[in-house]
C-alpha cells in the first residue's frame, strides 16, 4: 500500500512539474497597457518592437488623467489619416472605445471618446465595408456580438444589427468579402468558435466544424490578414498569465470547411528590455497599405514589479483544457 501511494506521490509531482514549465503557478503581475506601432516594406516575419514608436499610457493620462489602460488598437487608413481606435478605460468606469489620429502614422493625437454604453466595450474592430465604416467591438456584457455602423466618421457610432445574439463571446475578429464571410470569437472556457454567413448582414452561424481552438492558445488577439495562401490570425498565448504574447495561425477555408495550422509561434511576446512591454503583448492589427507598404499596430503591458503571486487555479484549469484538446485532435 505504501508502494502505490508513494508511486501517487510521485506521478503527482512530475505532474506538477510539468504544468509548471509550460504555465507557471507563480506569476507577475501586469501594469498599464501602451500602444506600439511600425511599418515595414512587406509582410514582417518579425516585428522588431526595440525600433518602434509607442504611444504610451503617460503620454494619454497627460491628455485625460482618468486613463487606467490603453489597449486592443485596431487602425483604419482614410485618405490621408490614420485612425487608431483603443480600448480606454478610466478610473471607476466600463471601457469606452478612444480614438487617436495621425497624419503620417508616426505622430498621433488623442481625439477623445468615439463610443461609450452601459455595459464593456472593449476590441474595436473597425472597417470599411461598401463605402461605409462598421465596427464589431467585443460587447460580452450586451450578451451578443455587436455591429456598429459610423454615422459621420469617426463618431456616431450607431448598433445596425446584432451579428450573434444570446451568446457572451471574447474578442470577435471578423472578415468579410465577396467571397468569405468569417468571424472567430471565444468564451469563458477556452473554445474558439466559427461563424459563418453569406454577407456581412446576412445570418451568421456556426460552421460545420464549430470550434477551431481550445485551450491557452484560443482567444483572437487582432484582425485576419489575407494573402494568396488564405487568412492570418494573430492568436493570444496565455502560458505565462494573461496577456503574456500572440502567435500567428494560418486558416485555410475551402468547401465549407477549414484547417488551422500555426504558422509563427510568439511572434510577439513579454519583452523585459522595453518598460512598457514587459509584462506581455497580447493584440495585433497589420495591414498592407500599397504594393509595398506594411503598417501595423499593438499593444502590451508592464510589470508593476518583480515579485510574483501564486496561481493555482488558472495553470490548473489551462493544463486540462489543452490536454482534453490535444485528446479530442
Not at 14 to 23: E, H, Q, S, V
Not at 37 to 63: C, F
Not at 246 to 275: C, M, W
Request: net charge positive; hydrophobic share 35%.
Amino acid at each position: 500500500m505504501k508502494k502505490y501511494f508513494l508511486g501517487g506521490i510521485i506521478i503527482c509531482i512530475i505532474l506538477l512539474i510539468i504544468i509548471n514549465n509550460r504555465t507557471p503557478f507563480f506569476q507577475q503581475d501586469g501594469g498599464g497597457w501602451s500602444v506600439g506601432y511600425g511599418e515595414s516594406m512587406e509582410y514582417p516575419k518579425k516585428i522588431n518592437v526595440k525600433e518602434n514608436a509607442i504611444y504610451s499610457i503617460e503620454k494619454l493620462k497627460t491628455q485625460n488623467d482618468s486613463t487606467v489602460f490603453l489597449a486592443d488598437p485596431f487602425f483604419v487608413k482614410e485618405k490621408d489619416t490614420f485612425y487608431l481606435f483603443f480600448e480606454h478605460k478610466k478610473t471607476k468606469t466600463n471601457g469606452d472605445v478612444g480614438l487617436l489620429t495621425s497624419t503620417d502614422g508616426k505622430n498621433y493625437q488623442y481625439r477623445g471618446t468615439v463610443l461609450t454604453q452601459k455595459f464593456h466595450l472593449s476590441y474595436p474592430q473597425v472597417f470599411k465595408y461598401r463605402n461605409d465604416f462598421y465596427m464589431v467591438p467585443e460587447s460580452k456584457q450586451a450578451n451578443a456580438v455587436l455591429l456598429y455602423k459610423a454615422h459621420h466618421f469617426p463618431y456616431d457610432w450607431r448598433v445596425c444589427d446584432t451579428l450573434i445574439p444570446n451568446v457572451q463571446l471574447k474578442d470577435p475578429s471578423i472578415y468579410v468579402s465577396d467571397s468569405l464571410n468569417i468571424m472567430v470569437a471565444s468564451d469563458a472556457n477556452l473554445n474558439m468558435y466559427v461563424y459563418q454567413a453569406d454577407s456581412l448582414l446576412g445570418k451568421w452561424k456556426l460552421n460545420k466544424k464549430p470550434i477551431a481552438m481550445m485551450g491557452t492558445e484560443a482567444r483572437a488577439g487582432g484582425r485576419f490578414f489575407a494573402d494568396k495562401k488564405g487568412l492570418i490570425l494573430p492568436v493570444q498565448n496565455c502560458t505565462d498569465g494573461y496577456g503574456y504574447g500572440l502567435s500567428l495561425y494560418r486558416f485555410s477555408f475551402k468547401d465549407g470547411s477549414y484547417t488551422v495550422k500555426r504558422e509563427s509561434p510568439f511572434f510577439l511576446k513579454a519583452n523585459t528590455q522595453i518598460k512598457e512591454f514587459s509584462g506581455g503583448m497580447h493584440q495585433l492589427d497589420i495591414q498592407q497599405l500599397d504594393a509595398n507598404h506594411y503598417y501595423y499596430v499593438y499593444d502590451g503591458n508592464r510589470l508593476k514589479s518583480d515579485s510574483k503571486n501564486l496561481n493555482v487555479r488558472g495553470p490548473l484549469k489551462w493544463a486540462f483544457i489543452d490536454f482534453k484538446n490535444w485528446i479530442l485532435n
